[in-house]
């Protein structure tokens, strides 16, 4: 704190204390009536009674932190994308990692998806990377998230975590099973943010100002390898340091053990979507490495921690719909159903302004004027500039005659928007198919000595909560169409520790 600052009312009026009320004394001086007079006591019950912003329904317990994005090279062949046309290029990073089910103050190491939200402020406007640890999802339709996500979350009734909703929703919606073999293995327990890797799950696009494209997955690999907890260590060390997993980054980036992460792209011709083996838009599969090679486009370094958290983090707000020139949406629906849901979210919490807020800002300038008033406008809301499109008073400028380049500079998202038709056909009906890509991470985890086991080992300790025999049946036929194997071991190894 700097020594000409003293302290005010939030107002500024300068005060004498910050912790005395305005008594009306009583006879005796040793207390007395209070006044409603007392805009400091007023406002400081006021204010803490509103601390508190709506939680994020999923993604509520978070660690963030500042960083860079360097480029690896000129990625001009694949994309016109300003951030990524130079080799050894920067753009600034705020990376918000999460758990997702459960609340704010919940355990960490609890076993979860994790939540990527990144946002890369270019020199063309901000990118957001709204991402998970695993490369696939529970759902490829999304009408079902609100139902996917209660189902992890507390029993309306108990208001206690049930294995027997959760079950019961991924036995009735099979297209999971890939991401709960993810789940159920080690990689379901991190052991810290530093040691996980992240993927897109979607398809995006890479655009070019020629209005071609090509459809990408992002990989990010963890350059300090990726590293789990055991569910027994997980567990203990829920209990004894539910933060465990703040604690651990941000003591490492306060020790200037700086993490950091290589950027990968898979990159497939718009023409060989139309005859993949898999369908590009389903969540629920990947690209497989043989097929479409991971190629380096960049490294993230993160290097500070928050200066306050809620300012920074809590505040953040992270949108697939969050794009520059050069990357755009595919078709894939739950993509699309995510680029309203997550702007949608921010405007429900934070207000309609929530772009504004520092965290937020873009660190080039923006002029937005079509976008004015609303709750918490704290800039000077284009003071005069018209409100309307198309003035001839006042016409607005465009980036193309601003920066003297050619108009097909104009061609930002809305370009290439040519979509693929073919490949879209699009369902959620379940076939074997749905069950190739789990057959294959099972055999790959086979490679590791122990880790089947405790694959098993991590569902008994869930599917044995379940009550019902039936749907205990169910989970078993699940698992035992990626492997019959799994399924009878599940079976006997559930029943087994039930009986005890
Ligand atoms: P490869 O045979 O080329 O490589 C093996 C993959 O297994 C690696 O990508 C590795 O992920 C992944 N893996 C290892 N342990 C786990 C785990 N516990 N949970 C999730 N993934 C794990 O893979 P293919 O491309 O041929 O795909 C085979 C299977 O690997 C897929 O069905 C999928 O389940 C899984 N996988 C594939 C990815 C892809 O984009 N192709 C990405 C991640 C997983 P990583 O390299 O990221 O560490």
Redesign the pocket.
């Known amino acids: 704190m700097s020594a000409d600052k003293y302290y005010t009312l939030a107002e500024g009026c300068p005060f004498a204390s910050s912790s005395t009320a305005v008594l009306m004394r009583n006879r005796q001086g040793t207390g007395g009536l209070g006044l409603l007079q007392d805009t400091q006591l007023i406002e400081t019950l006021a204010h803490f009674s509103r601390e508190r912003i709506p939680e994020r329904v999923v993604h509520a317990k978070a660690i963030g932190a500042y960083g860079v994005f360097e480029a690896e090279a000129d990625c001009s062949d694949i994309t016109s994308a300003s951030f990524l046309n130079k080799a050894g290029k920067k753009s600034p990073v705020l990376l918000r990692v999460s758990t997702v089910g459960p609340e704010s103050g919940s355990a960490d190491t609890s076993r979860d998806v994790h939540g990527w939200g990144m946002k890369i402020y270019t020199d063309e406007g901000n990118l957001d990377w709204v991402f998970n640890n ?2 696939v999802f529970f759902i490829r339709d999304p009408i079902k998230f609100p139902s996917m996500n209660r189902s992890h979350k507390r029993h309306p009734r108990s208001h206690l975590p049930d294995a027997n909703m959760f079950w019961d929703f991924h036995v009735g919606n099979p297209e999971g099973i ?1 991401q709960l073999l ?1 789940l159920f ?3 379901g327990t991190p052991r810290s943010v530093r040691f996980l ?1 992240s ?1 897109s799950g979607h398809t995006y696009k890479f655009t070019k100002e020629d209005g071609s494209f090509k459809y990408i ?1 992002i ?1 990010m ?1 963890t350059q300090q390898g ?1 590293k789990n907890f055991t569910r027994e260590e997980a567990t203990k060390i829920a209990g004894e340091d539910p933060d465990y997993m703040i604690r651990d980054m941000f003591e490492a980036i306060e020790r200037k053990e700086y993490p950091s992460w290589d950027v990968f792209v ?1 990159v497939m011709e718009p023409s060989e979507a139309e005859t993949y083996r898999w369908n590009i838009f389903d969540m629920t599969k ?5 097929d479409f090679p991971l190629r380096k486009i960049g490294k993230m370094t993160l290097n500070q921690n928050p200066n306050n958290y809620f300012a920074d983090i809590e505040q953040a707000s992270f949108s697939p719909s969050t794009m520059v020139p050069g990357f755009s949406a595919s078709a894939d629906p739950v993509l699309q159903a995510r680029l309203f849901a997550y702007p949608d979210a921010a405007r429900y919490r934070l207000g309609v302004n929530y772009q504004q807020l520092p965290t937020n800002a873009a660190k080039v300038p923006v002029y937005c004027p079509f976008e004015r008033d609303g709750k918490m406008r704290f800039d000077g809301n284009y003071g005069g500039d018209p409100n309307y499109v198309n003035s001839s008073l006042q016409p607005t400028k465009y980036y193309p005659e601003v920066k003297g380049v050619s108009p097909q500079s104009l061609a930002l998202h809305t370009e290439h928007e040519k979509w693929v038709g073919e490949v879209s056909t699009y369902t959620s009906h379940i076939t074997d198919d749905d069950f190739v ?2 057959a ?2 099972w055999d ?2 086979g490679r590791e000595p122990g880790h089947q086991e405790r694959v098993i080992e991590n569902l008994v300790g869930s599917v044995r909560e379940v009550k019902s025999p039936n749907l205990r049946n169910e989970v078993y036929a699940l698992f035992g169409r990626v492997n019959q194997d799994l399924g009878a071991k599940l079976k006997q190894a559930t029943e087994a520790a039930i009986g005890k």
């Open positions: 695993t490369p890939h993810v293995s080690d990689r890797n993927y997955k990989h690999k990726v898979q990947v690209w497989p490495h043989k890509q789990p294959e991470l790959i985890l």
